[in-house]
């Protein structure tokens, strides 16, 4: 008869296999199941890390692959580096806390509880936090002293929608999106009518004054500039499920167009014929690529429109940063978790 401690060693390897499988999910071949866990290290070169196009072969690195560094959120969202404490802050919008990973020992923590059912999140150039809010309908910025100043919440004496995303320009002015995401529900956020049109807006770093910049869009969410300030970026995850670029012109839009519209690629890389994937968090490198959330990961787009690779992750990536010490790694945030790896290049702008 097996003592009571082997079949209690034999119960407790019964349920680690258990929990390991499912932490498990196809790589690229579609066939070998991955342990994200840990527990059974992958083989380098990372598989799900695919280079369609050569010139994205320079940003694999051979000998790193993609970590879980936590999972357990609902929708997480809005992830944003700080240099200075070397950390990543970002978003679960509907448990309406913000969470942060310390890159000296990988601890996660709740970082602010209640968040104001945060989504996108960046810090300026002086280091401050700056939220978009769902719950209050308001883009706001922490200051040194823990209080809260109200960037933006009306425009022409009416409520927002949702800010959705945000991005820091060097004349200190800020740029966020506001589709209605956050008010068609009450789960992140509250349920409302719209009062104004889905928009991008600007706030000038010296006035604090506001102007609408674009609205012929119904799905506006991520936004970037190009690492020369010369073109911002804007991903519409409404009908038309694109990104957009313009040409920026001191503080105006100009000559919109179609800049790509991403498919959802099998795990050959290969479109499947009718499947379109919508980018939504969007951040440029140091040589202007385009690094997209977007089914099945993350999908990178050269500076003259073509996707050159992608990174397979088994969660649906909503947003993405650069960060580190070096700025070369890049952060997802994708649903339920965050993942990382080290990418051959750098983030274009601190935020």
Known sequence: MPSRRAFLNTAAAAAATAIAARAQTATSNGSTPRDYTGVTPIQYPDPDVIALDQRFRKYII????????YTGTLWAEGPAWNGVGRYLVWSDIPN???????????????FRNPSGYSNGNTFDYQGRQLS???????????EYNGTVTVIADKFEGKRLNSPNDIVVHPDGSIWF???????????????AEKENKESVYRVDGISGQMARVYDEIDGPNGICFS??????????????????????????????????????????????????????????????NLWCGARPG????????????II????????????????????????????????GTTGAHIA
């Open 96 to 110: 309406n806390v913000q969470m942060r990973f310390l890159e000296e020992d990988s601890r996660v923590s709740v």
């Open 132 to 142: 978009c809010e769902h719950g209050g309908r308001r883009v706001v910025r922490y």
């Open 312 to 343: 397979r992750l088994p969660e649906n990536c909503a947003n993405i940063c650069f960060g580190g010490t070096k700025r070369n790694r890049l952060f997802m945030a994708a649903s339920q978790s965050l993942y990382s790896i080290y990418v």
């Open 177 to 191: 999106t506001d589709p209605p995401y956050g008010i068609s529900g009450n789960y992140e956020g509250f349920r």
């Open 62 to 69: 051979g000998n790193t692959t993609i970590r879980r560094h």
């Open 227 to 288: 690492p020369d300030y010369k073109k911002v970026y804007i991903a519409d995850t409404g009908s038309s499920r694109e990104v957009k670029v313009f040409d920026l012109d001191g503080r105006v839009l100009r000559n919109g167009k179609r800049f790509v519209q991403l498919d959802i690629p099998d795990s050959t890389g290969t479109p499947i014929a009718g499947a379109r994937a919508a980018a939504d968090g969007i951040r440029c490198d140091a040589d202007g």
């Open 298 to 309: 993350v999908q990178i787009v050269a500076a003259s429109g073509e996707r050159i690779g």
